[in-house]
């Protein structure tokens, strides 16, 4: 019996489905304090004063806390950026500036949330209003800055150049320019906001209950911003309702709650962010513009070079960037063999929310890019869809990229072949014809894309040399219980992704046992000492990091169970089999009925030592597991290296038809075929491939964050964005092909975020249904609004040219 | 169902969002609508009565509105019932959106069930009331265009006693109604569509929290020949800053034959007589587009229904 592979039900089902999950908000505690913070309502202005009197004076009210207070309290977290970006200030509240709209500026704890929130709109903040940089061409030109100790907007800069580029444009059948292309900002609104309860104890120390998706990472940025040692700081996570990265940041309103309680006399404070809150001022995804592309094609339509500028615009701090300006080149080429790139990349602020890993982060928008690339010459060369595609597939792995990642493996024309049979994709053809026959605007779009997972954090060098991060690591721990239980704790503070579930099947496989007598402690914990300082759920890799570090635990675990059985039955350690027996999981002697069961192994270690041997001395039951990737620092003056270990591939097809009069795109067949290698729970791995293809559908059609010419964010509630619901969705047709990976243990690659693939197919079936109407799909949203404006005013003359000869 | 940018003024910001819990407030229960309406007139312009609350209390949570006294009125009985004869339909205020959708009234006359059972989601339909709608004075809603269509009055009550305005004397602008100070709307009332009348009501939104982007109601009633219209009224949601009654489209096909040509040219003419806002639904070129398409939609669904022909429609999520 293995369990790896099967659809074992989702441990964590039973507790979520009877209400008995422990959501931050869930948290309640007499006593305890509600914080409501009070934000800018201006994208950049300076602070003129904050009057806290009237607040404090409402019953009810503990504490009140100012950008001063903050200031005074707190050191800047630390700046990722090189050069004058790094002397960006950053700190969990305003203190003479705002620099976007929803920037805590005050902030008020009091005996209940409602009395909270009366106090918070009795500050009053005055304010000087200064001209907003909403663009990040505008923002380049330094006119306004934002960040006066940075002195320039300009966050990052750097020419990613491979190969030879101006020889492969010399020898081109065919350039075709883009002048510009564009992709929009959204997120993704986890079902759950973001929330923490914080307690400054009189001992010093912080205890969080929060939703943070990578506390490896919050540690280093909360302890030396609050002044204190990461060990002061007790950091706990249980039931997180989806984070997709949106949670890496909430550090900072973690620390507001934090402050609060330490000046509220340690108090217990609870803080939970609002739907518009979060909207506003939670992180938003990457918006990026991508300028004077040009691309160099052989005869056969074969992309041999790409040059192009791109500007990324990361809101009005940096937090997790400029790793954004670094992380792209994962998938340089996406899953195409071109092999001369020159990527000329910069960063800047503008007065817009700061930007937060989200899922996809920031590779998807290269590949969205890739994509359009892609499929624009397909069309302007006449070449069909299916057919570009395969003749600039990639086919040999592993293979290593111009930048020097490696592709662990892959198959996309099989992919693509399993996607058409899905879709139905010759009738549809047929159906294409008979349609554009009575002039419908039917369209048929391919979008093949990488969830590459487990980043070597090296390439943080690549950004700025001084960094001292590189690899990339994860932990469990595991013991033999009092009781002869198996309890495994994961580093990993999982957000939905069922990872009691995959833990316990990898460990029932190892041990020949039930996952039912697994126990994977919900949650993360500091308090486990199961982390390091890459410990989190993101960058799709639990399936690698987190389960390469409890199958080595379990190797350990077993060793040392091996060691003592071998001893109490006399027997020589290669002849003892793991198994279950009447009494329940066992080591027994091949062959016999002689065994030991796990309570005895477990009491002789815990109750009952005074029998071991001097040999048995160093077996405790309790083992910790680090398990590393083997990355190298990559070459950060060449950009060289490999940045990811694994890279799961999507390949999706979608039809859709756009009403032409009123330009309402209508999604009629999508199909979705995911490869991530070795699936070890084929109903989560789905779960997953559904989730992020309504996401990105979501993304492409209904999700944007808009704001207008000074800064106000005009989707600030769910009745304006517009997240997807179940009403949106069409039928996703779902199918899977494995290409095992050869660089994890278990032939598994991280998977999730599904690389944003209904962009990029969303945007190819809309160019196909409309490139004849002289339409040049240039931009990741099409609301349907939109794109009544473009049949109004096809673009194609202006967006693109081609030379050929 | 709230749309913050309603609420927004060019150039300055959009103040006020981030809070969820109402200013603090009074609240008294009326056990009848002459209690209620004195209550209101007594407790003085901070008063408003409470329905079924699903516009009034997000409009408290996101302090767009402050009252001090809630005077809550959902326990008033005979004021949710929802009744016909030969001639007449009569709606009580406190008749919720789901009621109305599963009532036979609704079976009888699809229009409504089009209407009721499009309105928000399962939750806002089994608290939201078709009074309180009405009362909200809000463009986006559904009711008002509906109610439009039907030609309906509005049953009130206040201080000064009872009264029954049109529709169209009802809702004045944005927001706004003729409902005086302490007034309270107690119920609908229109006639029963004769013999050979059916209506459709469609609208386009983007997710179930969203109002219509556009809306169109249309009731349609046919000549002897079946191929005539011999009346019809039509209404647009979300055109412009109060429900819009059509009449120059109306005046298109009343009393002409029903093909291609005159449907167009009702559409036609109801798009002139629309003014959409330009919000993040969408461009007033947009909406206007699909206005058109609405208005045609209905139509035909509404000659369809005429016919016989049972047509299951409710709002369309694009």
């Known amino acids: 019996m293995t369990w790896v592979g099967k659809s074992l039900r989702r441990k964590e089902d039973d507790r979520l489905i009877r209400g008995r999950g422990l959501f931050t908000d869930d948290e309640l505690a007499p006593g305890m304090l509600h914080l409501y913070i009070l934000r800018s309502p201006y994208a950049h202005a300076r602070i003129l004063d904050v009057d806290v009197s009237a607040a404090e004076a409402l019953p009810g009210v503990a504490c009140t806390l100012t950008g001063r207070e903050v200031a005074e309290l707190c050191d800047p977290y630390m700046q990722l950026a090189p050069g004058p970006a790094a002397n960006i200030r950053d700190l969990p509240m305003a203190v003479d500036k705002v620099v976007y709209q929803g920037e805590p500026v005050a902030a008020v704890a009091a005996t209940s949330a409602a009395i909270a929130m009366d106090a918070g709109l009795l500050i009053e903040v005055d304010y000087e209003m200064l001209d907003?940089?909403?663009?990040?061409?505008?923002?380049?030109?330094?006119?306004?800055?934002?960040?006066?100790?940075?002195?320039?907007?300009?966050?990052?800069?750097?020419?990613?150049?491979?190969?030879?580029?101006?020889?492969a444009f010399a020898e081109a059948a065919h350039v075709v320019r883009i002048d510009?292309?564009?992709?929009?900002?959204?997120?993704?609104?986890?079902?759950?906001?973001?929330?923490?309860?914080?307690?400054?104890?009189?001992?010093?120390?912080?205890?969080?209950?929060?939703?943070?998706?990578?506390?490896?990472?919050?540690?280093?940025?909360?302890?030396?911003?609050?002044?204190?040692?990461?060990?002061?700081?007790?950091?706990?996570?249980?039931?997180?309702?989806?984070?997709?990265?949106?949670?890496?940041?909430?550090?900072?309103?973690?620390?507001?709650?934090?402050?609060?309680?330490?000046?509220?006399?340690?108090?217990?404070?609870?803080?939970?962010?609002?739907?518009?809150?979060?909207?506003?001022?939670?992180?938003?995804?990457?918006?990026?513009?991508?300028?004077?592309?040009?691309?160099?094609?052989?005869?056969?339509?074969?992309?041999?070079?790409?040059?192009?500028?791109?500007?990324?615009?990361?809101?009005?701090?940096?937090?997790?960037?400029p790793l954004g300006c670094v992380i792209w080149s994962q998938v340089t080429p996406a899953t195409y063999g071109i092999r001369n790139l020159r990527i000329d990349f910069t960063q800047a602020v503008t007065n817009k929310c700061p930007v937060v890993p989200n899922r996809g982060y920031s590779r998807m928008q290269h590949l969205w890019f890739m994509e359009r690339v892609l499929d624009i010459c397909a069309h302007e060369l006449g070449i069909p869809a299916d057919e570009m595609r395969l003749r600039n597939y990639i086919r040999e792995f592993p293979y290593e990229t111009p930048n020097g990642c490696i592709y662990d493996s892959g198959n996309y024309p099989a992919m693509l072949d399993k996607a058409k049979a899905l879709i139905g994709w010759d009738d549809w053809q047929k159906k294409q014809a008979e349609a554009r026959a009575d002039g419908r605007l039917l369209g048929i779009g391919i979008g093949t894309t990488l969830?590459?997972?487990?980043?070597?954090?090296?390439?943080?060098?690549?950004?700025?040399?001084?960094?001292?991060?590189?690899?990339?690591?994860?932990?469990?721990?595991?013991?033999?219980?009092?009781?002869?239980?198996?309890?495994?704790?994961?580093?990993?503070?999982?957000?939905?992704?069922?990872?009691?579930?995959?833990?316990?099947?990898?460990?029932?496989?190892?041990?020949?046992?039930?996952?039912?007598?697994?126990?994977?402690?919900?949650?993360?914990?500091?308090?486990?000492?199961?982390?390091?300082?890459?410990?989190?759920?993101?960058?799709?890799?639990?399936?690698?990091?987190?389960?390469?570090?409890?199958?080595?635990?379990?190797?350990?675990?077993?060793?040392?169970?091996?060691?003592?059985?071998?001893?109490?039955?006399?027997?020589?350690?290669?002849?003892?089999?793991?198994?279950?027996?009447?009494?329940?999981?066992?080591?027994?002697?091949?062959?016999?009925?002689?065994?030991?069961?796990?309570?005895?192994?477990?009491?002789?270690?815990?109750?009952?030592?005074?029998?071991?041997?001097?040999?048995?001395?160093?077996?405790?039951?309790?083992?910790?597991?680090?398990?590393?990737?083997?990355?190298?620092?990559?070459?950060?003056?060449?950009?060289?290296?490999?940045?990811?270990?694994?890279?799961?591939?999507?390949?999706?097809?979608?039809?859709?038809?756009?009403?032409?009069?009123?330009?309402?795109?209508?999604?009629?067949?999508?199909?979705?075929?995911?490869?991530?290698?070795?699936?070890?729970?084929?109903?989560?791995?789905?779960?997953?491939?559904?989730g992020a293809t309504n996401h990105g559908i979501g993304a492409a059609l209904m999700e944007s964050f808009n704001y207008d010419e000074i800064g106000n964010?005009?989707?600030?509630?769910?009745?304006?964005?517009?997240?997807?619901?179940?009403?949106?969705?069409?039928?996703?047709?779902?199918?899977?092909?494995?290409?095992?990976?050869?660089?994890?243990?278990?032939?598994?690659?991280?998977?999730?975020?599904?690389?944003?693939?209904?962009?990029?197919?969303?945007?190819?079936?809309?160019?196909d249904a409309l490139f004849a109407e002289g339409i040049i799909i240039d931009d990741s949203h099409h609301s349907p609004s939109r794109v009544f404006d473009r049949l109004q005013e096809p673009n194609r003359d202006r967006r693109v040219s081609v030379r050929s000869g | 169902m709230l749309s913050s940018q309603r609420f927004r003024f060019d150039g300055e910001s959009t103040d006020s969002e981030t809070t969820m819990y109402p200013a603090p407030f009074r609240y008294h229960r009326a056990g009848s609508a002459d209690e209620a309406i004195s209550l209101l007139a007594e407790l003085g312009d901070g008063a408003r009565p409470l329905a079924g609350g699903q516009t009034l209390l997000v409009w408290m949570?996101?302090?767009?509105?402050?009252?001090?006294?809630?005077?809550?009125?959902?326990?008033?009985?005979?004021?949710?019932?929802?009744?016909?004869?030969?001639?007449?339909?009569?709606?009580?205020?406190?008749?919720?959106?789901?009621?109305?959708?599963?009532?036979?009234?609704?079976?009888?006359?699809p229009i409504v069930h089009d209407c009721a059972n499009g309105i928000a989601d399962r939750q806002v339909r089994s608290r939201g009331t078709i009074g309180g709608s009405l009362a909200a004075g809000d463009p986006s809603c559904d009711w008002p265009a509906l109610l439009h269509t039907l030609d309906a009055e509005v049953l009130c009550q206040g201080p000064d006693g009872e009264r029954t305005i049109g529709i169209g004397d009802f809702v004045e602008d944005l927001y706004a109604t003729a409902l005086q100070e302490g007034e309270l709307v107690t119920g609908i009332r229109f006639a029963l569509p004769p013999a050979r009348s059916a209506g459709a009501y469609v609208g386009f939104k983007r997710c179930a929290p969203a109002y219509p982007t556009a809306s169109a109601g249309v009731q349609l009633t046919l000549a002897e020949d079946a191929d005539t219209c011999a009346d019809v009224r039509i209404a647009l949601g979300s055109a412009g800053l109060t429900p819009i009654h059509a009449t120059a489209a109306e005046a298109e096909l009343r009393g002409q034959a029903l093909n291609e040509t005159t449907i167009e040219r009702a559409a036609e003419a109801a798009v002139a007589a629309s003014d959409p806002v330009d919000d993040q639904r969408g461009s007033p070129a947009f909406k206007r587009a699909m206005l058109r398409v609405l208005v045609r939609r209905a139509v035909g669904i509404a000659i369809r229904r005429c016919n016989g022909e049972s047509v299951e429609h409710s709002h369309e999520y694009y």
């Open chain 1, 451 to 690: 969830d590459s997972g487990t980043n070597n954090f090296g390439q943080a060098q690549i950004m700025n040399p001084d960094l001292p991060f590189s690899g990339n690591s994860e932990v469990a721990t595991m013991k033999l219980d009092l009781e002869g239980q198996i309890v495994v704790c994961l580093g990993t503070g999982p957000s939905g992704q069922g990872h009691e579930t995959a833990a316990s099947q990898v460990v029932a496989d190892e041990l020949n046992i039930s996952p039912d007598s697994v126990y994977v402690r919900p949650g993360f914990d500091t308090a486990w000492n199961t982390f390091v300082g890459h410990s989190g759920t993101y960058a799709s890799q639990f399936a690698v990091t987190g389960l390469s570090a409890v199958h080595g635990a379990c190797q350990k675990l077993k060793a040392e169970m091996r060691r003592l059985a071998a001893f109490m039955l006399e027997a020589a350690e290669e002849d003892l089999d793991f198994c279950t027996g009447e009494e329940g999981p066992e080591l027994r002697i091949k062959g016999t009925d002689r065994a030991i069961n796990y309570w005895f192994l477990s009491n002789l270690v815990n109750n009952n030592n005074a029998m071991l041997p001097e040999s048995l001395a160093d077996v405790t039951l309790n083992v910790r597991h680090v398990y590393r990737p083997p990355f190298k620092v990559p070459d950060t003056e060449r950009k060289f290296g490999n940045l990811t270990l694994t890279y799961a591939a999507q390949l999706h097809i979608a039809v859709i038809e756009v009403d032409r009069e009123t330009g309402r795109p209508k999604i009629l067949a999508y199909s979705a075929v995911d490869d991530c290698g070795k699936v070890i729970n084929p109903k989560i791995a789905a779960g997953q491939v559904h």
């Open chain 1, 132 to 167: 907003s940089v909403m663009d990040v061409e505008q923002s380049l030109q330094d006119d306004t800055v934002l960040h006066d100790a940075a002195g320039t907007n300009r966050v990052w800069h750097g020419v990613f150049d491979y190969g030879d580029v101006d020889k």
């Open chain 1, 180 to 321: 510009r292309l564009h992709f929009h900002r959204y997120s993704s609104t986890p079902l759950e906001n973001n929330a923490c309860v914080a307690e400054w104890t009189r001992q010093g120390t912080v205890e969080f209950l929060c939703n943070n998706s990578f506390p490896g990472f919050a540690q280093q940025l909360l302890a030396p911003g609050l002044r204190l040692r990461t060990d002061q700081l007790h950091i706990r996570t249980y039931d997180v309702g989806g984070s997709f990265g949106n949670k890496i940041w909430n550090y900072v309103y973690m620390a507001l709650a934090a402050l609060a309680s330490r000046k509220a006399g340690g108090q217990r404070v609870k803080w939970s962010e609002i739907r518009t809150e979060h909207l506003l001022a939670s992180g938003h995804g990457n918006e990026r513009t991508f300028l004077d592309t040009e691309v160099a094609l052989d005869a056969n339509g074969v992309l041999t070079a790409i040059r192009s500028r791109h500007l990324d615009d990361c809101g009005a701090y940096t937090r997790y960037e």
């Open chain 1, 713 to 767: 964010l005009l989707t600030s509630t769910f009745s304006d964005y517009c997240p997807i619901t179940s009403m949106n969705i069409p039928d996703v047709q779902y199918g899977n092909i494995e290409t095992p990976s050869p660089f994890s243990y278990n032939g598994a690659k991280g998977m999730g975020e599904g690389g944003g693939g209904p962009l990029h197919t969303i945007a190819a079936a809309l160019q």
């Open chain 2, 61 to 109: 949570k996101l302090r767009f509105d402050e009252p001090t006294d809630l005077v809550d009125i959902a326990r008033i009985p005979n004021l949710s019932s929802i009744e016909h004869d030969d001639h007449q339909v009569r709606i009580g205020a406190l008749a919720t959106h789901g009621r109305i959708a599963a009532s036979p009234l609704a079976r009888l006359i």
